[in-house]
């Protein structure tokens, strides 16, 4: 038999519950336990998944001898405490985007882990998604030529299945935890990011202070410019929305989540959007970290990667507060 | 029955307003009275095609002619004042194309002459007039207050004398900027208060004026507001370009997609979209027919021109400073 990966999942929310569906359809992947702050929640996650342990406490969780690995789905702000002691403890991180909500954070949790020599493999999915994969592919082939002028949107309601987003200092608003994404990808994609304008702030009843709305423009070293717009400040009706467009020298690529759909759904009032598969970026995203760990391949992301697009979300907040261009190397984002 | 010239066929909005106006011909609520253009060979084949009663090609014979009521101006962009000014004078009524001019003190002086003179001056903003969009300010107040709009304007590159700083006054900010920041001020009823550009490298080579834009503004209540005005449309791509806006309020969204109406067809000249929309040219001349006919007011008139040439004004001046500015320090 084969080798396995043993593993455990800490945070038993939304984006666990995806990442724990795709670690089921991977060969090599064992789910040793689940670990949520309630053991009801973490004894139904279980039981949903076909899961034998269960913990409620995280220290034991990411230090249990069973587990070579663990994937931490967790809120934004607990990032930094759970991954450095998982690497204390020599294991494997899979850790959910973003890295964390401040740039010393990531950086702690980035020396950690090459102090103990584990894998840090920051989940920005973008980059294991289909679409944004075939773009990314498209442009370094040269399709549309250099690019020049990009277009992104990230649009939803409220996201209402957490209270953490709420608050700035727990999710780092709709910036760091969801503009991330684009800028992520588009500095794989595109380059490196120079210059930040934004605008942006408070809309919903449900955000306490978290930035949940923002529109920002950056340029990057390579005189490209892109507009790119976030929000969790969307009507409920308004059905997730993803855009990316990019205007090159030689040609012009867009695509979109909404007219790419393959599945609609209608019931009373509520419709479903969406392009289900189940090969999904979390599924390839997951692939990756755990042929990383057995075979040493390649991944497509760096954990400096990760501390980057952190520097460029937290960039945003600091153009929307300063209300002036942020120099993205010179600017104080700590 | 309202006698119209039309001064220019530079810019190629001309073709359709002269068709649109032949039509109200037809219709008996118009005549094309006169054509001029300083283009000898243009002013040949647009008479040709449309028939005009008269061809001038010295702009003050025009101005002398009693028998027209009202000119379109449609020439380039750097001409609009200098064949302005004249129709102003001699009482003639003025439909400027976009922008209104390229200097604030010119579309001021257009703006105060024909307030002296008492002649209507209206701003070709089509998008006023487009269906769709006035079903947006029809609906807007549904959504509550606006808290953030964006929007954009893309097209192909245009070419010709669009690329040439002296006849146009610069590129994709001067070109695309003012129908979006006008329909902005028209829903919401709220002047911009500053704006920043970003205008990256150029998707053309060796152009003399911007092909792309990104603008971000802050209206007077600090509503945040986005432009993307770049001729970012390869020559082939299947349509012209969009105006496209999401607007935020704080009990909904609207989004306007004005020119999704069209039927895709691929054939030997290649695959397109061919528009089935609605006639926004035709019902912007006979709104500035009507206008004329009944002493109103433009529902975009040269003061709008003046204000949505302000920001674009700003957008410039700020690339300049690098940094966000305010339409007031272009007023100087």
């Given at each position: 038999m084969s080798k396995r990966v043993s593993l455990n999942i800490i945070g038993a929310g939304f984006i666990a519950n995806e990442l724990a569906r795709a670690l089921m359809m991977l060969?090599?992947?064992?789910?040793?336990g689940v670990y949520s702050r309630s053991i009801e929640k973490a004894r139904e996650f279980a039981r949903r998944h076909n899961i034998n342990n269960i913990y409620d406490d995280w220290r034991r969780a990411v230090s249990d001898p069973h587990v070579e690995a663990v994937v931490i789905a967790t809120p934004n702000y607990t990032h930094k405490e759970i991954s450095v002691e998982a690497a204390r403890r020599g294991k494997h991180i899979f850790l959910e985007k973003p890295i964390a909500t401040r740039l010393r954070d990531a950086r702690e949790i980035i020396e950690e882990a090459e102090r103990n020599r584990v894998k840090l493999f920051v989940g920005h999915c973008l980059r294991y998604w289909p679409e944004y994969v075939r773009v990314r592919e498209m442009i370094l082939r040269g399709e549309i030529g250099e690019p020049r002028v990009v277009r992104v949107y990230r649009l939803s309601s409220f996201?209402?299945?957490?209270?953490?987003?709420?608050y700035m200092s727990f999710g780092g608003g709709v910036a760091v935890d969801l503009a991330i994404h684009d800028i992520d990808y588009l500095r794989w994609s595109i380059g490196e990011v120079s210059k930040v304008y934004a605008v942006g702030g408070v809309?919903?009843?449900?955000?306490?202070?978290?930035?949940d709305h923002v529109m920002y423009i950056l340029e990057f070293e390579n005189e490209a410019i892109g507009y790119g717009e976030a929000s969790w400040a969307m009507p409920e009706s308004f059905p997730f929305t993803t855009y990316l467009e990019i205007a090159g020298t030689k040609g012009l690529l867009y695509v979109d989540n909404r007219s790419t759909a393959t599945y609609n759904e209608y019931i009373d009032n509520k419709i479903i959007t969406s392009s289900p598969y189940d090969k999904n970026a979390y599924y390839n995203e997951l692939k990756a970290f755990i042929r990383w760990i057995l075979y040493d391949e390649p991944v497509e992301i760096r954990p400096e990667d990760a501390l980057e697009s952190l520097r460029i979300a937290l960039a945003i907040n600091k153009s929307i507060e300063k209300k002036e261009v942020i120099d993205v190397k010179k600017a104080d984002l700590e | 029955m309202i006698r119209l010239a039309i001064i220019s066929f530079a810019h190629m909005h001309a073709y359709s307003y002269a068709r649109a106006v032949k039509e109200l011909e037809r219709e008996g609520r118009a005549v094309l009275e006169a054509i001029y253009d300083d283009d000898h060979d243009r002013l040949r084949k647009t008479s040709e095609i449309y028939r005009p009663r008269k061809i001038y090609n010295d702009l003050e014979k025009l101005a002398d002619d009693?028998?027209?009521?009202a000119v379109i101006i449609t020439s380039e962009n750097t001409k609009h004042k200098k064949h302005a000014i004249p129709m102003i004078m001699s009482g003639k009524h003025v439909l400027v194309e976009?922008?209104?001019?390229?200097?604030y003190v010119d579309a001021l002086e257009m703006v105060e002459e024909a307030k002296r003179v008492g002649v209507k001056f209206q701003t070709a903003f089509v998008m006023r007039y487009h269906d769709a969009s006035v079903f947006v300010k029809r609906r807007i107040?549904?959504?509550?207050?606006?808290?953030s709009i964006t929007s954009t304007n893309h097209g192909k590159n245009p070419m010709s004398w669009f690329v040439d700083p002296e006849l146009s006054g610069g590129g994709a900010l001067m070109d695309h900027i003012v129908h979006v920041a006008d329909l902005i001020r028209w829903y919401t009823e709220k002047e911009f208060k500053e704006v920043i550009a970003f205008v990256g490298k150029n998707i053309i080579k060796d152009l003399m004026v911007e092909d792309n834009g990104l603008v971000i503004g802050r209206l007077e209540d600090d509503t945040p507001v986005s432009i993307d005005c770049s001729w970012s449309r390869p020559s082939k791509w299947p349509v012209w370009g969009d105006v496209y806006m999401h607007i935020l309020g704080e009990r909904g969204a609207i989004v306007l997609n004005a020119f999704n109406q069209n039927i895709y067809l691929s054939d030997e000249e290649g695959f397109r979209g061919v528009y089935y929309g609605p006639d926004a040219d035709k019902n912007m001349i006979e709104s500035f027919i009507n206008v004329i006919e009944r002493d109103e007011e433009p529902l975009a008139s040269g003061l709008d021109g003046l204000r949505a040439l302000e920001v674009v004004l700003a957008a410039y001046r700020s690339l300049e400073l690098k940094r966000p500015v305010k339409i007031s320090e272009i007023r100087m």
């Open positions: 060969d090599h992947v064992e789910i040793y996201p209402k299945w957490s209270i953490w987003h709420r809309y919903t009843k449900y955000s306490v202070d978290a930035i | 009693k028998d027209v009521d976009k922008p209104i001019a390229t200097r107040k549904e959504i509550g207050r606006v808290i």
